[in-house]
């Protein structure tokens, strides 16, 4: 029998500047009855990262730019976040009212640059995407398994909306010990065809997958375990596995 199971962590601390997320994530296990196992997929949701790395902004502090005065006007945003949202941006990709697509540095293509205002302490506070999340990815990882002995791989996550889709979901910015694809070219399906294009996003699967209990807004759950997935182990693949080049993007 194939079982998958998605573990919420409850009762996490408010994480602060200079945490340290790995033992954070492993005392709330702990305090739940729990233990990490071999083979556990981490997914963390990028806010405490982000916090944790500093990787904030009051925005009483930023003096807004005449060109982010000037986009805040015609999309109706605060001129503030628009300063942090450019800072943070590779480029502008669509604009509209109360809309603003980018791209970030890392060259994920998002709404406000992955800016986010929710669960950040402080009404005039905002937090950023980490600044390397496949590198906060990895050193969470190497410090679970240094600590408990067990081999795992790390998700960090973010909340995205989709090109033709209502509504959004759960994908992965940034991961370490799991491929980000699993390429199942050359495999057969159940009536023997040979399979010519099927490269499943499995990190995006379980990051949206981990949403399911991550992100409630009455528990704060910001990390889940997903447990019993039999996934492809890689030390090198990262989240930018999964950014569709410029060239093959047909949706620009």
Known sequence: ??????????????VEAG???????????????????????????????????????DLRKVRPSKVAENIASFTK????????????????????????????????????????KSNVPGEDVVALLPEDPDASARRIKERICSLTGKEVAVIICDTHGRAHRMGEV?????LHGLSAIRDRRGERDLFGYRLRVK???????????????????DEGIPVAIIRGYHYPRSETSTAKDLVRPRERDLFL
């Open 199 to 217: 490269q499943t996003a499995i990190a995006d699967e379980l990051a949206s997958a981990a949403e399911l209990v991550i992100g409630q807004a």
């Open 77 to 116: 945003k605060d001129p503030r976040l628009v300063e942090v949202i450019l800072r943070d941006s590779r480029a502008i990709r669509r604009m509209g009212p109360r809309l603003l697509i980018t791209e970030t540095r890392q060259g994920f293509v998002c709404a406000n640059c992955g800016v986010d």
């Open 170 to 174: 759960n994908v992965a910015i940034g």
């Open 19 to 57: 945490d340290d997320v790995a033992s954070l994530i492993l005392e709330a296990v702990r305090a739940q009855g729990l233990s990490i196992e071999e083979g556990d997929v981490i997914v963390v949701s990028h806010i405490i990262v982000s916090r944790a790395e500093g990787r904030t902004v």
């Open 1 to 14: 029998m194939v079982k998958v199971e998605i573990i919420g962590v409850e009762g996490f601390p408010i």
